[in-house]
């Protein structure tokens, strides 16, 4: 639920009406909004954010090549003869929900499956909880298409949504791990407990899972909230973004404060 529509006026978005006119720095502004500790502000967090992407945050130049070649590759081999029947879920599958991103993405988020939606679709975070990533994203001066790719560690939606299960797992795993090796991002971002605990093979809660550089395979990972879950919880859109800003700074990426 959007909590700034009430009629009584918000002053975030007076305080955003001002700022659109004086500069257009999505993360400054979330950042002095953030100082002024205000907890309405940080409900309407990443609410007013423009998904408008500044091309110059991260150059060219400090791309890395990668094998573009190899990520298309794998994509068609898990889709084609009718698809993956590695596991149970291909039965009940619309479509391979496979990853989508920048291959040279500096930040690699990775979710548990995909939902209706994605099933829908076809591409991961999609529908409310993606459009609050986006603007997530956005607030980083990032996006799918410029510095970020999104993948899950199931590629099929299981049934109703449920957790993974463990040979389902097994099984879908070695493309997730391809995914890896592909782009070799920078950091990982686990997005929810399901997700993490299943990259890194560990039964701990999200509390205990959070605010630790965990790591997998030489990789540093963080475990941030499930996009989904701020929907339900807006007040934890401020941890969340302190969780961006530790991924800015592990990924070489500027700083809000210093955008
Ligand atoms: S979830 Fe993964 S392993 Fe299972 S059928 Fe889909 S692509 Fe194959």
Same mark, same amino acid.
Request: overall charge neutral; charged content about 25%.
């Given at each position: ?15 955003? =009406? ?25 409900? /309407? ?12 945050? +991260?150059?060219?130049e400090e791309y890395t ?15 084609? /003869? ?9 039965? !009940? ?5 496979? &990853? ?5 993405? =500096?930040?690699?988020?990775? !979710?548990?499956?995909? *939902? &209706?939606?994605? /099933? ?6 999609? !529908?409310?909880? *993606?459009?609050?990533?986006? =603007? ?27 957790d993974p299960e463990r ?10 791990? =391809? ?12 997005? &929810?407990? +399901? ?7 560990? /039964? ?8 630790v550089i965990h790591n ?23 941890? +969340? ?19």
């Open positions: 639920m959007h909590v700034g529509t009430s009629s009584r006026i918000c002053p975030f978005h007076i305080i955003m =009406k001002n700022q659109q006119k004086q500069q257009t720095n999505p993360r400054a502004t979330l950042s002095r909004l953030l100082d002024m500790g205000e907890t309405q502000l940080i409900i /309407d967090l990443f609410d007013n954010v423009e998904i408008d992407t500044p091309e110059e945050v +991260v150059s060219a090549p990668v094998n573009t070649d190899a990520l298309n590759k794998l994509e068609w081999e898990l889709k084609s /003869d009718g698809g993956c029947q590695r596991c149970k879920l291909w039965s !009940g599958r619309n479509k391979i929900v496979f &990853g989508v991103g920048d291959p040279n993405a =500096k930040i690699m988020f990775i !979710g548990e499956a995909p *939902g &209706g939606d994605e /099933d829908r679709i076809g591409e991961p975070f999609v !529908g409310r909880a *993606g459009q609050l990533l986006d =603007k997530i994203f956005a607030a980083m001066s990032l996006s799918r298409k410029r510095g970020i790719y999104i993948a899950n560690i199931l590629k099929c939606r299981p049934p109703g949504n449920r040979d389902e797992v097994e099984a879908c795993m070695p493309f997730l791990l =391809k995914q890896i090796e592909l782009i070799r991002p920078e950091v990982i971002c686990c997005l &929810g407990r +399901v997700a993490a605990q299943n990259l890194l093979d560990t /039964d701990l809660t999200l509390g205990k899972l959070r605010n997998f395979r030489e990789l540093p990972v963080l475990v941030t909230y499930h996009p989904a879950y701020l929907l339900r919880n807006p007040a934890g859109k401020r941890a +969340v973004w302190e969780d961006m800003k530790q991924l800015l700074k592990l990924a070489g990426l500027p700083l809000p404060n210093e955008g």
